[in-house]
């Protein structure tokens, strides 16, 4: 009762996933956790390597930054930046490039803080930029990150939610071929996924009645069937049945219109139909701030809503903001499900 009474009240503790660290992942990582204050509201676990902090604290001129290196999740101190050493071995490091190294050291980093998670040792994760060929091995046979913990935390499904200050947009397939995209869209799948993103927007964003758009796949969403039937066929058929649950769902939009058009800024989520549709248009809107959150896992997981950013790695351009967010997002989510659980356990609480 004490442990679990200690364990509520420290500060929430963010777990790190390294990312590729030949891209840009140490220097935003860096940049988003320099700030000593912010240590008051949360405790920092970077899953990384001391030699590459080192590294990049040196080459960032960053004197007054200060970390706490760990061997394992049992050490980890509240109120200060940790870093849970993944090897002491020098590294070689290589902006720009894909390496089988990097990859290694990115699916250890995944693997040790999944282990942590689990096992309560931290509350939430945030996960930096992988490159998906070179983290693919025996071990890693995934997608993406979201793939991989939806395999890790064996659910059924789960669903990659994109999120900003004024836009919330998921998506139905995720990292497909554009030629596989209209097989994969079913009812079942669309249920499935209007399912999660209603739970979601319910327990993890405290909206009590949430109103979500769908688009449709096809260009004008599909014309009344001149240009496809996937739109009336599959997508409007299913959206009648979910609005007889009682779910407040409307659709299908022609994506286009649907965001040159601001209807966006009247729904609290958009489920648009496959990566592209609905990622190109919410990272215009969301700039710099847009978070990749994954809905529907028993534990919380963001990340920043970009790559590797090879290009721009070890010049020290890259923007912190997107990792800032995942984070502070990770917090709040976390807190959101502990306040929903606590209203729903105890149902009677509201009135007095």
């Given at each position: 009762?004490?442990?679990?009474?200690?364990?509520?009240?420290?500060?929430?503790?963010?777990?790190?996933?390294?990312?590729?660290?030949?891209?840009?992942?140490?220097?935003?990582?860096?940049?988003?956790?320099?700030?000593?204050?912010?240590?008051?509201?949360?405790?920092?676990?970077?899953?990384?390597?001391?030699?590459?902090?080192?590294?990049?604290?040196?080459?960032?001129?960053?004197?007054?930054?200060?970390?706490?290196?760990?061997?394992?999740?049992s050490k980890i101190i509240d109120r200060k930046l940790n870093i849970l050493s993944l090897s002491d071995e020098e590294i070689k490091i290589e902006f720009g490039k894909s390496t089988p190294l990097a990859g290694q050291f990115a699916y250890q980093a995944l693997e040790t803080a999944v282990k942590d998670i689990k096992n309560k040792k931290i509350d939430v994760l945030v996960t930096a930029p992988i490159n998906k060929e070179n983290i693919h091995s025996q071990d890693f046979s995934f997608q993406g990150h979201t793939e991989y913990l939806t395999n890790r935390f064996q659910v059924e499904d789960s669903l990659m939610l994109m999120v900003s200050d004024s836009l919330r947009v998921g998506t139905v397939t995720n990292h497909l071929p554009v030629k596989e995209v209209a097989q994969n869209i079913t009812e079942e799948k669309l249920l499935s996924k209007l399912n999660i993103l209603h739970e979601s927007l319910k327990k993890d964003f405290l909206i009590e009645r949430p109103k979500i758009a769908v688009l449709g796949l096809n260009p004008h969403a599909g014309d009344n069937g001149v240009i496809g039937t996937e739109d009336e066929t599959i997508i409007h058929?299913?959206?009648?049945?979910?609005?007889?649950?009682?779910?407040?769902?409307?659709?299908?939009?022609?994506?286009?219109?649907?965001?040159?058009?601001?209807?966006?800024?009247?729904?609290?989520?958009?489920?648009?139909?496959?990566?592209?549709?609905?990622?190109?248009?919410?990272?215009?809107?969301?700039?710099?701030?847009?978070?990749?959150?994954?809905?529907?896992?028993?534990?919380?997981?963001?990340?920043?809503?970009?790559?590797?950013?090879?290009?721009?790695?070890?010049?020290?351009?890259?923007?912190?903001?997107?990792?800032?967010?995942?984070?502070?997002?990770?917090?709040?989510?976390?807190?959101?499900?502990?306040?929903?659980?606590a209203m729903h356990a105890h149902p009677l609480s509201e009135q007095s």
């Open positions: 009762m004490k442990e679990r009474l200690k364990e509520k009240n420290r500060p929430v503790r963010v777990g790190v996933t390294h990312g590729d660290f030949n891209g840009i992942s140490y220097e935003i990582m860096i940049k988003a956790l320099m700030d000593n204050r912010l240590y008051e509201m949360f405790t920092p676990v970077i899953y990384g390597l001391p030699r590459v902090i080192g590294y990049h604290r040196k080459q960032l001129r960053l004197t007054d930054l200060n970390y706490h290196v760990i061997s394992n999740s058929s299913t959206l009648i049945k979910v609005k007889k649950q009682g779910m407040l769902v409307f659709g299908p939009f022609a994506a286009d219109g649907f965001f040159g058009s601001g209807k966006y800024t009247q729904f609290d989520a958009v489920l648009a139909m496959y990566h592209d549709q609905g990622l190109i248009p919410f990272k215009l809107l969301a700039e710099n701030g847009g978070v990749n959150y994954t809905a529907g896992l028993p534990i919380v997981r963001t990340s920043p809503d970009h790559g590797t950013a090879y290009d721009i790695a070890g010049k020290n351009l890259a923007s912190p903001a997107s990792m800032r967010q995942a984070v502070y997002l990770a917090i709040n989510i976390f807190r959101n499900r502990r306040q929903w659980e």
